[in-house]
């Protein structure tokens, strides 16, 4: 039952080209930074990302962006990122933009084993455009497919060896639905401890839903947009 990783490098050890990635997160809070840089100095390549976002230029998963790694980005929100701008418009980045909403709940979707689901979010637009759409109490929906991906990369805050995590504050955002939606989720966490020392009611994802743990080491955390009030 000990799940546990000496670092991210021995957690990822048999990531291969081509694989999808749903990486937790929103903006930069909540980063798997330490799996990030793995893959970073492993040259993964071909990597389809499902993220809520890609980071910045040269922070988060922007870095893998900028090193030519990531040949796909499923994502709702892109705009802090200027090298998923050039990427994309060279055409040299392929981009699905799904509503934030829809996206996690396809990822909820896939860790549930719910294949698809209809939402009126998205009907009448682009986003309609190809697929089924149905009419529910006189509003039209769209059929939405589930995600699942090939590692699910979460950050939280503690964890034991049997992978039961415990997310701090915002830093949950998309983590949860990410680790019950990996094939192999692999979790890194701030504090390591010992099986039996998290409350259970406390506990935000069961480690029924992690393959592999680690401590994680050189947390920077930054901060996507610092806003402060000016001093009197």
């Not at 549930?112 to 529910?136: M, S």
């Not at 964890?159 to 995590?165: A, E, F, I, P, S």
């Not at 019950?180 to 989720?185: F, H, P, S, Y």
């Amino acid at each position: 039952m000990d799940k546990s990783f000496a670092d991210a490098a021995a957690a990822l050890h048999d990531l291969r080209d081509g694989a999808v990635i749903l990486a937790g997160g929103f903006g930069l809070c909540g980063n798997p930074e330490n799996c990030i840089r793995a893959i970073l100095d492993k040259g993964t390549k071909d990597l389809t990302i499902v993220s809520n976002n890609c980071g910045v230029d040269d922070k988060g998963l922007g870095v893998l962006l900028k090193a030519g790694q990531v040949r796909k980005m499923i994502s709702s929100y892109v705009g802090e990122n200027k090298t998923f701008e050039r990427l994309f418009l060279e055409g040299k980045l392929e981009v699905e933009l799904c509503p934030q909403g829809t996206l996690a709940e396809r990822l909820r979707a896939g860790g549930a084993g719910i294949p698809a689901f209809f939402t009126p979010t998205g009907a009448g637009t682009v986003r309609a455009e190809g697929r089924e759409t149905r009419v529910f109490d006189g509003r039209e929906h769209v059929l939405e497919s589930a995600i699942k991906g090939d590692y699910a990369l979460v950050k939280a805050w503690k964890g034991d060896r049997w992978g039961n995590l415990v997310y701090r504050k915002t830093a949950r955002n998309f983590n949860p639905m990410m680790a019950a939606a990996g094939k192999i989720t692999v979790a890194e966490v701030e504090e390591l401890v010992d099986v039996g020392s998290l409350d259970p009611d406390q506990i935000h994802t069961p480690g029924i839903y992690v393959q592999r743990i680690f401590q994680g080491r050189d947390y920077v955390k930054p901060i996507e947009q610092r806003t402060v009030r000016k001093r009197a």
